[in-house]
Every structure is written in structure tokens, then in C-alpha cells.
């Protein structure tokens, strides 16, 4: 476990801890700041992109080259969505898949198909973000 707490302009010391491919499982209130933080991590990587969060969509992709990003939000849907939708058999691709509202039913199903994933837990403090990395 690792703990961060940071304004919103030093994500990029967050990303230097986490993974650049594999399954991400973000967790945190609603205005936690998860899409900022994809948003923040997509154009870390270098990926100009305009990023929003996939509510209504429930994934976006984002891609430069050999590297791709998808970003799912299962508020709404939960892991039932995205079965349904036949969006779980993405999380096989070679990418890094950030999961807005990846709770432990996800995290179980994945891990039942041998996918591991990296879990991060975003609290809001007055002007900064707590950062928890779960692996």
C-alpha cells in the first residue's frame, strides 16, 4: 500500500506509481476527482485527448501509436453493464484499462479469469486528494 495526498497539478508523482498497462480499479465519492485523475494520466502518457467521463457511454478509448487507454465508468451499470454490453472481454486487450467505480465484484470476476488489478482509493480533503494504490 502507498499513500499520496496531493494537489490536483502533481498527479504526475502518482503516476511514476502506478502500472502503464493492466486493469486499474478507481474508487472514491462522487467529485472524488477519478475522471480528473484519468484524464490527468491520459495526457501524462502522452495521449492528446479530450477526456471525459464515459457515463452514458460507459467506455472510451483513447490510443497513440502502441499505447492505449480505456476508460470505463460503471456507476450506473456495475460489472452487470458491462457483461451485458459485451464490454468485458476488453479487459484481455494489452492496455491499461482505467475502471471508474471498480468495486469488489468487478475485482472478483476479474480475478476468477486470472486478471489482476491495482486498486486506487481517492478521498477529497479541502484543496488535495488522498491517494491510495492498493496492488
Known sequence: MKEFILF????????FHL???G???LRGEVASG???LVQKWVNFLGIQAEVHSPTFSLMQKYHKETLCVYHYDLYQVGLQGI????LFEIFFEKALHCVEWGDEEVEKALGRLGITSTIVEIIALEQKRKYTIYE
Open 19 to 21: 502500472p502503464q498497462d
Open 8 to 15: 490536483q497539478d502533481e498527479l504526475q508523482v502518482l503516476f
Open 34 to 36: 477519478k475522471t480528473t
Open 23 to 25: 486493469v486499474v480499479l
Open 83 to 86: 457483461l451485458a454490453n459485451g
